[in-house]
């Protein structure tokens, strides 16, 4: 599990600390055992209703956290400079996807990123 360390002026957040017996998406579904990697909930959100986005931030590369149509309307209807970060999965993903090279970022475990954007 990668864990990230969100740090804005003087906060911080941290995603994804734990993930465990118990997770919410376990109890949002009710059962006692997830098939991994798929969605038991219908999430409703219109990828292309987005219009307005500092950053793409993708913990993992678990199609529940990366989707190819947040990517595709990010870059049809945001800024061009939007930056994509996560780990290399994500970033092989995104390449595979046509998000432009110059904006994706890789995290990596233990570094921190300093950014006067956001």
Known sequence: MRRFLVRYRVNRAMVNPLMKTGHQMQRMAGVKKLQPNLRTTPFVLDPFAIRQIDAVLATHDHN?????????AVMQNCADNVPF??????????????????????????RCRESERY
């Open 85 to 110: 970060i996560g780990p290399q999965t994500c970033v092989d993903l995104w390449v595979g996807w046509g998000v432009p090279k110059e904006t994706l970022h890789r995290g990596k475990t233990g």
């Open 64 to 72: 529940d956290h990366i989707d190819v149509n947040v990517a595709a």
